[in-house]
Antibody
Framework: QVQLQESGPGLMKPSETLSLTCTVSGGSIANYYWTWIRQPPGKGLEWIANIYYSATRYNPSLKSRVTISVDPSKNQFSLKVRSVTAADTAVYYC????????????WGQGTLVTVSS | QSVLTQPPSASGTPGQRVTISCSGSSSNIGSNYVYWYQQLPGTAPKLLMSRNNQRPSGVPDRFSGSKSGTSASLAISGLRSDDEADYYCAAWDDSLSTYVFGTGTKVTVL
């Protein structure tokens, strides 16, 4: 059974760089699209980015501030968000994409990141 | 603002059929697959419907999906109390070059 687990800082200050890691267990990280999605408190879902081997795709609205990467040796993938503001406060989910990459069939439980001074 | 529009809420009594609509455009629903996700309170979303109308393994056949033109819909028949959740449609958008989620619909079982 594939499982995904996010890890992150919890609380951050404005202008800092957010670093999140998703650890994949129960399956290989190869051959899938690894994805980050976020959900501000009480709001809807926003797709951030995905990575397939070394090929990346980003939400244009966030592209200038985010970087997604993968470490196959650790079965992990990561997300960095630069210059965070309160608008980046959200639950961040990692997920596995299959098929064309947009069939998100396994999700992590999510990690809440709060940006506050 | 999402480019996929859903009604904010839908409701029904146990056993009833509820339908949720998802309205988009030619650049998303009109030219790409639609996916549906169910988010139970306090949990991560779960894939409920794939490629317009394909149920992943384990999803009951009470759930069905359809697509016509630039709109899609999710139907829940035999409504149960544990169907109370937020439901989101999603699709790739060729114009925006991003995966977009719908605005979400909260289903309440009366």
């Amino acid at each position: 059974q594939v499982q995904l687990q996010e890890s992150g800082p919890g609380l951050m200050k404005p202008s800092e760089t957010l670093s999140l890691t998703c650890t994949v267990s129960g399956g290989s990280i190869a051959n899938y699209y690894w994805t980050w999605i976020r959900q501000p408190p009480g709001k809807g879902l926003e797709w951030i980015a995905n990575i397939y081997y070394s090929a990346t795709r980003y939400n244009p609205s966030l592209k200038s501030r985010v970087t997604i990467s993968v470490d196959p040796s650790k079965n992990q993938f990561s997300l960095k968000v630069r210059s965070v503001t309160a608008a980046d406060t959200a639950v961040y989910y990692c997920a596995r994409g299959t098929g064309n990459g947009y069939e998100l069939d396994y999700w992590g439980q999510g990690t809440l990141v709060t940006v506050s001074s | 603002q999402s480019v996929l529009t859903q009604p904010p809420s839908a409701s029904g009594t146990p056993g009833q059929r509820v339908t949720i609509s998802c309205s988009g455009s030619s650049s998303n629903i009109g030219s790409n697959y639609v996916y549906w996700y169910q988010q139970l309170p306090g949990t991560a979303p779960k894939l409920l419907m794939s490629r317009n109308n394909q149920r992943p393994s384990g999803v009951p056949d009470r759930f069905s999906g359809s697509k016509s033109g630039t709109s899609a819909s999710l139907a829940i028949s035999g409504l149960r109390s544990d169907d109370e959740a937020d439901y989101y449609c999603a699709a790739w958008d060729d114009s925006l070059s991003t995966y977009v989620f719908g605005t979400g619909t909260k289903v309440t079982v009366l």
